[in-house]
């Protein structure tokens, strides 16, 4: 039998307050300590304790879980297309095309699909949340600020063996990833068990790289495609070409051959402008840049040999370190070679004679960066051995600005892409100097210590706000920059091509002048030659050195000479004393005296 008792309450009491009252206090229980467990407790002498000024207003606390992200990507591949029909070859589409084209239904099916486009267009064509409404205005001047610059994120190597970061690419679209190609340049020297990987990381998520790319060979060079932000062309250690698209995966879509590659470490890459979008360069040392088609990776589409005799031999070849292309100038590309020399090339040469259109040296070592000016595309930015210098292409024997020698060696540089008189600049000492000339041009406007290990590699957002700067221990640190080094000032273009025209001016006339003294000097020593009876005969070094001896002692004994002749003049007669003589005596002095008189005294050679 089940008890159930319904407690039953009136309506009316439901919410009411209680009626609290005062009362004595009472003892309800007593506990006696016992002694048995306070022998298991353990006195803690001293305590500290923690104090602070304001009263405690809360004792709850909360320690919320760690939030991590992961991205995934879907593969999408092209589709509606009939079996027979391959749709990488452009004649079976292009057929294909026509014949569809061709139906009836074709055009009721674009009809109605063109009204519900049109709906789609219409809406988003309502409102633009990214239109710029001040694009006309000027630019504002820039509040007079101190430059400055913080750490935003720092993306470490998650291997253990640690490798130095050689090259950083942005992604092209809002830079919201950033590549990094991990390598060990020391040759021979890679430590066993040492990574082949290079990530690509997440700019908000510091902690894990988005994605891994496996190469089979560490990775020198790495460059996103300006085009197709999912291509990524790699130049390996080994020599070899890579490419990869990340909607495949991690693995390489596409890789050259060994023995069409190049045979050293491939330091430079970089993308052409193409309608295809698909083309590139590479450099090595090993004297060779080649001309690649991503699309058919088995051997080079053209081989430019480094040889400034124009000969294109390869044993005389110079080993490139650094590439330029600048898309304004669609014919040029420049070449900087491990031995300081920058070449200019044509890529629409049809001779080995024209390949090669000038040259430029002035660095003592290799040359690790070279880039255009992104507003004057004719000056350029080198930076090799301990200084940085920028040319122009009408001044050819020597450069128009260079900075001072610094105590440390000198890794990478790059122009600002918004402010055309900043300029960039790495160091062995884990220095990174902003440079901008405007304002300085004897020191940098901002030197930061960014680590403690050299810094090998440097690349700045296309706003110009960030920097990314990867060291030898794999460490990638975020910069941001302050407003003035990333905003274009009042007049800055105007004064910029100024000082280039000014500079530019004054080498011409330096090298005017020099090529007027050497052809002096050479004319003097054709006339030498012509005239060599003429010419003095060449002086026995011994003879020499006796007479260069007989001069000096004739000069010290002049000088000795002179100071005797003074101090005779200057020296007292002595006084002489009154003594009793007789009469018969002072009259015989007196006739000798006369005697003496008549007669002519003679004089020593040189006295007074």
Known sequence: MEIVYVYVKKRSEFGKHCNFSDRQAELNIDIPPNPELAKQFMERNPVDTGIQCSISMSEHEANTERFEMETRGVNHIEGGWPKDVNPLELEQTIRFRKKVEKDENYVNTIMQLGSVVEHCIKQNNAIDIYQEYFDDEDAVEVMEEAPSAKTVSVFRDPQEIKRTATHISLHPDGNRKLAVAYSCLNFQ????????????????????????????????????????????????????????DTRKGSLVAELSTIEFSHRDPVYGTIWLQSKTGTECFSASTDGQVMWWDVRKMSEPTEVVIMDITKKELLERALGATSLEFEATLPTKFMVGTEQGIVISCNRKAKTPAEKIVCTFSGHHGPIYALQRNPFYPKNFLTVGDWTARIWSEDSRESSIMWTKYHMAYLTDGAWSPVRPAVFFTTKMDGTLDIWDFVFKQCDPALSLKVCDEALFCLRVQDNGCFIAC??????????????????????????????????????????????????KKKSKAEGRESYPSEEKPALNPEQLVTEAEEEFFNVIFTELKRREAEAMKEKPKPLKLPSLQTEDEVEGEEQGEEERDGEESPTLEGQP
């Not at 290079?198 to 496996?214: A, F, H, T």
């Not at 060291?471 to 105007?494: D, I, P, Y």
């Open 470 to 519: 990867g060291s030898q221990l794999g460490t990638t640190t975020l910069l941001e920059v302050s407003n003035g080094l990333c905003t274009l000032q009042r007049n800055e273009k105007n004064m910029v091509s100024s000082i280039f025209e000014r500079e530019t001016r004054r080498e011409k006339i330096m090298e005017t002048r020099h090529r007027e003294m050497r052809l």
């Open 189 to 244: 020297r890679a430590p066993e068990g040492m990574s082949n990987e290079s990530y690509i990381w997440d700019l908000e998520n510091p902690n894990r790289p988005e994605i891994v790319l496996k190469p089979s060979s560490p990775l020198v060079t790495l460059e996103y495609n300006p085009k197709d932000s999912h291509v990524l062309l790699a130049g390996c250690y080994n020599g070899q070409i890579a490419c990869w």
